[in-house]
Each structure stands twice: as structure tokens, then as C-alpha cells.
């Protein structure tokens, strides 16, 4: 089945830096990529999601990249600031396994203050 | 707007014992999924409904597992026996469309589940 890859599986930064987090997946067909932030106790809430058809779509400090030739999709956030602090979830669906979601194991950002 | 609504929030109870999770679903969302989420294995779909009916119950580790629809606002998942492995938290998610994971998935705040 489909699997996905995500690094770092920690990353620290300082408020107003920008934050890079990347995910690797294995089955070409795959068309749908969400990105999900998770908070303490809370489930996690789509972010911004981005189709195949499309390279990069942005939303006012978050940006999601696709590479389908290299099979990789990227978060970016820039001016970062605490409350961007949570674990952020990347993940793909194709067609070929019943366009269920699967998930990358998560990355847990710290924005310093 | 309500979101993804369940209960309950938290859950301790003995092994052995039945222990029925409850799910309320977006209005108008005709997909729902159940999840759990460890820290060996991340989320894991377990199985989802389109439509009030079950489509893909694939990712349900074992029979003690049965999930139910009976309306387009309600699901329960439920665990009978109850084992301390099945200690997790199970989260609940609705969509629009028909297919199982390529439109935007609305979560609840999930239930935390502890077995002793």
C-alpha cells in the first residue's frame, strides 16, 4: 500500500523564522495531499491541501509544494510565531488503495519566543 | 458551526469490559471515518461509511471491533472485550463526496481511551 515519509520528526525555530517540513510518498498515483496541525488534546485540523494538477498553493503564511516526478510534498510557514507550535500531520490518498488517507508519522514544531 | 462532535472525551475502564465510542458527524457530510491514533502507529484508519454504509472496515485490527451507522448523524465504534492494547485515542472524521480520503476530512477532539 501507499506509504509516507515525513522529516524532521522535530524541528525548533525562532519566532519569525520559517519552518520546512517534508514528506516522501511511494505510490505515483497518488492525487490528494492535506496537511493536518494537531494541538494538545485536540484532533487534528486541515491546513491547507493540494492536488496533483497543481505545483504549490499558498494561504497567507502557509505554502504546501508538490513534486510528483520525485514523489515529495513540503510545508512551509514562514513569520512563524508560537501559536504555530503543535504537531503537523502530512498525508496522501490514491486511487489505487481506495483513495484512503494515509498518514506520515508527524512533526512536532517549537517556536521559540 | 458545530464541528465533528464525541463522546465520550475520556474513557478508563477495566478489560474485559464493552466500551462504546459515539460520533456525531458534520450536517450534510456524507462520509465518516473512524480512527485511532498511538505513538507506535501513528493514525490509522480503521473504517469509514458512505452514506450510512460501511464501505471499507479493512483497517479494524480484530472482530472484538464493530462500528455501526444508523443514521446520517450518528456512529458508534465499539470494543467488546476491551483489551489493554486497544488503549488509544480514537478520533472520528466527516467529509463531503464518496471517496474515502480525497476531500478535506473535519475531525472531532476524540475519545481517550485507557484500559487497565
Known amino acids: 500500500g501507499e506509504n509516507v515519509e515525513q522529516h524532521p520528526s522535530t524541528l525548533s525555530v525562532q519566532e519569525g523564522d520559517s519552518a520546512v517540513i517534508k514528506c516522501t510518498y511511494s505510490?505515483?498515483?497518488?492525487?490528494?495531499f492535506p496537511w493536518y496541525k494537531q494541538e494538545l488534546g485536540k484532533g487534528p485540523q486541515l491546513i491547507i491541501d493540494?492536488?496533483?494538477?497543481?505545483g504549490e498553493k499558498k494561504d497567507q503564511r502557509i505554502a504546501v509544494t508538490l513534486n510528483k516526478t520525485a514523489k515529495h510534498f513540503s510545508l512551509h510557514i514562514t513569520e512563524t510565531q508560537p501559536e504555530d507550535s503543535a504537531v503537523y500531520f502530512c498525508a496522501a490518498s490514491s486511487p489505487e488503495y481506495g483513495n484512503k488517507l494515509v498518514f506520515g508519522a508527524g512533526t512536532i514544531l517549537r517556536v521559540k519566543s | 458551526d458545530a464541528g465533528v462532535i464525541q463522546s465520550p472525551r475520556h474513557e478508563v475502564t477495566e478489560m474485559g469490559q464493552e466500551v462504546t465510542l459515539r460520533c456525531k458527524p458534520i450536517s450534510g457530510h456524507n462520509s465518516l471515518f473512524w480512527y485511532r491514533q498511538t505513538m507506535m502507529r501513528g493514525l490509522e484508519l480503521l473504517i469509514y461509511?458512505?452514506?450510512?454504509?460501511?464501505?471499507?472496515d479493512s483497517g479494524m485490527p480484530e472482530d472484538r471491533f464493530s462500528a455501526k451507522m444508523p443514521n446520517a448523524s450518528f456512529s458508534t465504534l465499539k470494543i467488546q472485550p476491551s483489551e489493554p492494547r486497544d488503549s488509544a485515542v480514537y478520533f472520528c472524521?466527516?467529509?463531503?463526496?464518496?471517496?474515502?480520503?480525497?476531500?478535506?476530512?473535519?475531525f472531532g477532539d476524540g475519545t481517550r481511551l485507557s484500559i487497565l
Open positions: 493540494i492536488r496533483s494538477n497543481v
Open positions: 461509511f458512505n452514506n450510512n454504509v460501511p464501505i471499507d
Open positions: 505510490d505515483s498515483a497518488s492525487n490528494y
Open positions: 472524521a466527516s467529509s463531503h463526496g464518496t471517496g474515502a480520503g480525497d476531500q478535506p476530512q473535519h
